[in-house]
């Protein structure tokens, strides 16, 4: 089936420091990408939504220019934390749209970004 | 109020017992739905997609009802491996997935 490879699984970093996540479609073409944070105990919020080759459109309360999405090719999508604070550390993850699911929708494994 | 509501839980069940999740949407036009499973630190993975008629697999049964904007899990012959949260989701405007808060089962020898 649709694979979706998400890197790094975790990573500790300090204050004030960025971290690229990786988000590969393997496979397929990933049209779209949708980038989720989960803090503990909530649900997946969505953050942003990407397009190759286009803008990423972010949600209400998502700040742009910390959380910077690069989307330059149909498999690859990156996730920049930009001058990380303790209250980024979260679960990121991301979901491709495409694939051979029925609902077209594979997760990466996750992220677990800690800041310290 | 939150577009897609669940119970959080915990719901702490014996093996073999049959558990019901429930979860209620408010936006309409929400094309579909789905339930997915969400064990700890790892990502969401697809159960079953919901439909207005109802449809099973093996243990698992989810109903959509439309009118009541209401939908439903029905887990039998509850095994540990089922001990998971339990995400409800909606598929609505530009094919973003909504997802409720989770509801946490634990099923105990």
């Known amino acids: 089936g649709a694979v979706v490879s998400q890197h790094p699984s975790w990573v500790i970093c300090k204050s004030g420091t960025s971290v690229k996540i990786e988000c590969r479609s393997l496979?397929?073409?990933?049209?779209?990408m949708f980038w989720y944070r989960q803090f503990p105990k909530q649900s997946l919020m969505l953050m942003a939504t990407?397009?190759?080759?286009?803008?990423?459109?972010?949600e209400q309360g998502v700040e742009k220019d910390k959380f910077l999405i690069n989307h330059a090719s149909l498999t690859l999508s990156t996730l920049t934390v930009t001058s990380a604070h303790p209250e980024d550390s979260s679960f990121y993850i991301c979901?491709?749209?495409?694939?051979?699911?029925?609902?077209?929708?594979?997760f990466g494994s996750g992220t677990r970004l800690t800041v310290v | 109020r939150k577009e897609v509501e669940q119970d959080p839980g915990p719901f702490n069940v014996p093996e073999g017992a049959t558990v019901a999740f429930n979860c209620t949407y408010s936006n309409s036009a929400s094309q579909s739905f789905f339930w997915y499973r969400q064990d700890c630190r790892k990502e969401p993975k697809l159960l079953m997609s919901?439909?207005?008629s109802g449809n099973e697999d093996g243990r698992f049964t989810a109903q959509l009802n439309r009118a009541s904007q209401y939908i439903s899990l029905l887990i039998r012959d509850s095994k540990l491996s089922d001990s998971a949260t339990y995400l409800c989701?909606?598929?609505?405007?530009?094919?973003?997935?909504?997802f409720g808060g989770g509801t946490r089962l634990m099923v105990k020898p």
């Open positions: 989701v909606g598929r609505g405007a530009g094919n973003m997935l909504t």
């Open positions: 979901s491709a749209r495409g694939g051979g699911a029925e609902y077209g929708y594979t």
């Open positions: 919901v439909y207005s």
């Open positions: 496979d397929f073409q990933a049209t779209t």
């Open positions: 990407s397009n190759e080759g286009s803008k990423a459109t972010y």
